[in-house]
């Protein structure tokens, strides 16, 4: 791999906002420190998030969040690494999170799309979701035509 960054600008009077694709063969940590860069200038409106884990209060990117669920009572933040609890309501962290990352699967489940592998919409009656990392859940029925919708209207392009 060469050190240097091939970079392509295209200008299109389609996009209000800029819209960044990278095409590598692998995710290294050069391609992360270029995404940390970029996220780091573009003056983002989409605060980190602050969670409890054990007695510390820590911000989380919503670049690194997998999905927030709920579970008993308790609001729940999970990365691919560790799980963290939220102070809030779910529909409240919902409010902050980045929508064009973020999508409702669930009563009570939000996931980042970016961090989905697939769906499977073979299930009966829900759709399966597995994680980059491993991860599986389940979206309810009532939010197949949104999560349709986001994927084909969108044209989603992973990062």
Not at 7 to 24: A, F, N
Request: a negative charge; proline letters at 2%.
């Amino acid at each position: 791999m060469k050190d240097m960054v091939e970079i392509e600008v295209i200008l299109d009077e389609h996009y209000v906002d800029p819209r960044v694709t990278i095409r590598t063969r692998a995710n290294t940590p050069q391609v992360e420190n270029i995404i940390i860069a970029i996220e780091n200038v573009s003056n983002s409106d989409y605060p980190q998030i602050a969670a409890m884990k054990d007695s510390s209060l820590v911000f989380i990117s919503q670049r690194d969040i997998v999905r927030v669920y709920t579970h008993g009572r308790s609001v729940v933040l999970q990365t691919e690494n560790d799980e963290y609890i939220l102070k809030g309501s779910l529909s409240g962290i919902e409010d902050a999170l980045n929508r064009t990352r973020f999508l409702r699967i669930s009563q009570s489940e939000i996931i980042n799309i970016y961090k989905v592998r697939h769906f499977d919409f073979n299930l009966t009656g829900t759709i399966g979701v597995e994680f980059d990392c491993g991860i599986k859940t389940w979206a309810s029925r009532s939010r197949i035509r949104d999560i349709k919708e986001l994927l084909i209207e969108n044209s989603i392009t992973r990062v």
